[in-house]
């Protein structure tokens, strides 16, 4: 997948691509249904399937003190997209100046002279242009005076309600990943390079590959039965493992982090790049009344999680 961080100067090879429209955070089944449509539309018009969308996020730009709430950083989204078969990823700056287009604006200088689209794909619940003065049906209009066809998704629902990143990012609170995996197609994932850690779970028998989870949404703190893969290096592959997101409450106030337990591993990961896909919650976090007692809970967790991933296979 070609990654392209600008409109402006575009390579005339990398324009005419059919492309959802959207800020995709967590790349959930209600976006990949508007990216099956862009791809239904590629293939119709013999072009390769793209997606703009922007970082930062806008939200992040007009709530700047606001705690995180993305579901997925834009190298975890990009890996998603990836994965999807998205060819050309448009990731254009959330600008003062983007943000100064109005929604005839953005349509011309953005999606027809800039990215040379030949259709476009948005949700219907799609707003755009200075003050969200823009909607889907703004968009439509605007393609058909302009040379690209537009068209507009249906939002998907489940068991009544529709999905959305909002939806998703309740369930992950509660700690019901399953619930989360359900609304996202897949299971919900947090990637980023091991770091160094305090080295404590090596002297208590379990070894952790520690992980930030800067400028994300936090799930429940607790323990989780996760699904391990590492994407780079010479451990590349896919394991089992547990782990702890949280504080760490039995060693003092500690800034969050991802701590995860890989089953049957050995090798050295620091700074290899890995997924950490939550499968099932299984506890909170505890602070206990001796590392004995701790040691004997990471066993039990240890147990469980192989118990669960066995079964989900």
């Known amino acids: 997948m070609d990654i392209y961080r600008s409109s402006a100067d575009l390579p005339v090879g990398a324009k005419g691509a ?44 007009f709530a700047p003190d606001a705690p995180p709430f993305r579901l997925t950083n834009a190298e975890t989204r990009a890996h998603r997209l990836a994965r999807l078969g998205v060819e050309r990823l448009f990731e254009l700056p959330f600008d003062p100046e983007l943000m100064a287009l109005s929604p005839d604006a953005f349509a011309r200088t953005i999606l027809r002279d800039g ?65 989360a995996a359900q609304m996202l197609g897949h299971l919900h994932r947090i990637d980023g390079p091991v770091i160094h ?43 089992g ?15 969050p982090n991802l701590e995860t337990f890989v089953f049957d ?18 506890r909170g976090e505890e602070k206990f009344d001796s590392l004995d007692a701790l040691i004997a809970q990471m066993d039990a967790d240890s147990a469980r999680a192989r118990e669960i991933l066995s079964s989900h296979g």
């Open 197 to 239: 850690g305090e080295k404590r779970g090596r002297d208590l028998g379990y070894p952790t590959a520690n992980m930030a989870l800067d400028r994300i949404h936090l799930p429940r703190f607790g323990v989780y039965a996760v699904d391990v893969e590492v994407m780079d290096g010479q451990h590349v592959g896919r394991y």
């Open 18 to 61: 059919a492309a959802a429209l959207g800020n995709f955070d967590g790349v959930h089944r209600g976006h990949q249904h508007v990216i099956d449509l862009a791809r239904d539309a590629a293939s119709g018009h013999g072009a390769p399937l793209g997606i703009v969308t922007f970082e930062p996020h806008p939200r992040e730009v």
């Open 265 to 282: 591993f050995k090798g050295d990961l620091y700074g290899a790049a890995l997924s950490i896909g939550l499968v099932e919650f299984l």
């Open 241 to 255: 493992g547990v782990a702890s997101l949280g504080v760490r409450p039995m060693f003092g106030v500690n800034t």
């Open 115 to 179: 990215l040379g689209l030949s259709h476009v794909v948005v949700g219907a619940d799609f707003r755009f242009g200075k003050g969200r003065a823009g909607d889907a049906e703004t968009l439509v209009n605007l393609g058909r005076d302009l040379g690209f066809g537009v068209t507009i998704a249906d939002l998907l629902q489940t068991d009544g309600q529709e999905i959305s990143s909002t939806k998703i990012r309740e369930a992950l609170t509660d700690g019901d990943v399953r619930r």
